[in-house]
């Protein structure tokens, strides 16, 4: 398993951590994922899932650092900014005191698509996975995580599938791997709820 490992080239402004004010969303939602088992790392110790919240006014992002899936609780240490993204180059510019989320081009495509987007969990869960796959939109097998494969495979989404509306989508080539946005993080975590919840179903 290759999960955590960072695929883009990181171009890596290290810096002491952000204010915790300057997030207060995506630190309680991180939480309240890590509780219901959707961020998380595996008995191996290896870290999944990761959340991010757009900062005002622009596509850059907060959002959890890479390998800090096991943290209990996440604290502004845990936290990176993403200031650009250079997708067909596989780089990514980032800032703070721990390097940004090995999936986060996955969320800047999202910011970058979508102005209305303001929160993106990636939540790993592997009977919802299974349930939704190929039931909601679905990015390419053959795209590994956190890749332009994945970044193009996402924007092919979007534009062939209700992908915008749904705000969920799964990867078949990354078990496991589910993602859900919303105008702000609040939704975001209702959609992935309502999913589980039955609430809302894929057909």
Same mark, same amino acid.
């Given at each position: ?10 171009? !890596? ?18 939480? %309240?994922?890590?509780?219901?088992? !959707? ?33 209990? &609780? ?6 990176? %900014? ?6 067909? %180059? ?26 209305? &987007? ?10 919802? !996975? ?74």
């Amino acid at each position: 398993m290759d999960e955590g490992y960072i695929k883009f080239q990181p171009v !890596w402004e290290q810096r002491p951590a952000f204010p915790a004010n300057d997030f207060p969303d995506l630190l309680y939602w991180r939480q %309240r994922c890590y509780t219901a088992g !959707w961020i998380g790392a595996y008995p191996d110790g290896i870290g999944f899932g990761n959340i991010s919240q757009r900062i005002a006014g622009s596509d850059q992002f907060y959002i959890s650092g890479s390998a800090t899936g096991n943290f209990a &609780v996440l604290t502004p240490a845990h936290v990176a %900014r993403v200031t650009a993204v250079a997708a067909a %180059r596989n780089q990514l510019w980032c800032a703070g005191p721990i390097i940004a989320s090995s999936e986060s081009m996955s969320h800047a495509v999202l910011y970058e698509q979508l102005p209305g &987007v303001g929160g993106v969990i990636h939540a790993h869960h592997l009977g919802l !996975w299974e349930n939704l796959l190929h039931q909601v939109p679905t990015t390419a097998a053959a795209a590994p995580y956190g890749s332009p494969e994945m970044v193009a495979s996402i924007v092919d989404l979007l534009q062939t599938t209700d992908l915008a509306a749904r705000k969920i989508f799964v990867m078949e080539g990354h078990r496991e791997g589910i993602f859900t946005f919303g105008q702000d993080l609040a939704e975001a975590f209702a959609v992935l709820a309502a999913y589980f919840a039955g609430i809302l179903t894929p057909f």
